[in-house]
Nanobody
Framework: QVQLLESGGGLVQTGDSLRLSCAGS????????VGWFRQAPGKEREFVAA????????IYADSVKGRFTISRDNNRNTASLEMNSLQLDDTAVYYC????????????????????WGQGTQVTVSS
């Protein structure tokens, strides 16, 4: 199994940028598709973005499309979420998750499909 640790959260202002990182340990992260999810206070956890094992395929939630970019570096066993033009509604705890994936399988936005989760990192956007 793989252990995940997020970092990079913080307090920023609207319009700012922030880069979140997810470090894998234990089993190599390249065996897994990686997803980012977030949960705001009083709301359900929601999908943000996901990337395939090799990094060639990505999917995004409509709310972040064009502003966020997911990437990965399998040599460093990490995945990242670059967040630009941050808005108040982006305030949440952000979680990195990993899903065992065969190479031909499509990416999924379903959080129930992800096997491993990090502890989360807080992102707060203020006006």
């Amino acid at each position: 199994q793989v252990q995940l640790l997020e970092s990079g959260g913080g307090l920023v202002q609207t319009g700012d940028s922030l880069r979140l990182s997810c470090a894998g340990s234990g089993r190599t992260l390249k065996a897994y598709a990686v997803g980012w999810f977030r949960q705001a206070p009083g709301k359900e956890r929601e999908f943000v973005a996901a990337i395939s094992r090799g990094g060639g395929n990505t999917i995004y939630a409509d709310s972040v499309k064009g502003r966020f970019t997911i990437s990965r570096d399998n040599n460093r066993n990490t995945a990242s979420l670059e967040m630009n033009s941050l808005q108040l509604d982006d305030t949440a705890v952000y979680y990195c998750a990993a899903k065992s994936q065969i190479l031909t399988a499509p990416l999924t936005m379903d959080d129930q499909a992800y096997d491993y989760w990090g502890q989360g990192t807080q992102v707060t956007v203020s006006s």
